[in-house]
């Protein structure tokens, strides 16, 4: 098991900008971001993989940029251009023993707990 405990939430007016990170108990090959509003699914935000591979949902593709610090146990989301679509509670996910991610939530077996970003127009 992994721990993961994400920080860095608030509230942003659009335009705005906010950077997520997500501390890890040990590496994992796959880490990624996720977001839910209330009666929606959980759907993927972004996923980076041990080599460094990324990738974004298309709605956030050019404004959201996932990163890992050199240790590999922090996992960062920077938020640009937010919008009040953008708006949601955002988890961090990660996956060990796999030699392959995706931006499917059924292929993690670790959460956080979330961080709440809201963005005002």
């Known amino acids: 098991q992994v721990q993961l405990v994400e920080s860095g939430g608030g509230s942003v007016q659009a335009g705005g900008s906010l950077r997520l990170s997500c501390a890890a108990s040990?590496?994992?090959?796959?880490m990624g971001w996720f977001r839910q509003t209330p009666g929606k699914e959980r759907e993927g935000v972004a996923y980076l993989t041990d080599i460094g591979t990324a990738m974004y949902a298309d709605s956030v593709k050019a404004r959201f940029t996932i990163s890992r610090d050199n240790a590999g146990n922090t996992l960062y989301l920077q938020m640009n251009s937010l919008k009040p679509e953008d708006t949601a509670m955002y988890y961090c996910?990660?996956?060990?023993?796999?030699?392959?991610?995706?931006?499917?939530?059924?292929?993690?077996?670790?959460w956080g707990q979330g961080t709440q970003v809201t963005v005002s127009s």
């Open positions: 996910a990660a996956r060990w023993a796999t030699d392959y991610c995706t931006l499917s939530r059924a292929h993690y077996n670790s």
């Open positions: 040990r590496y994992t090959d796959c």
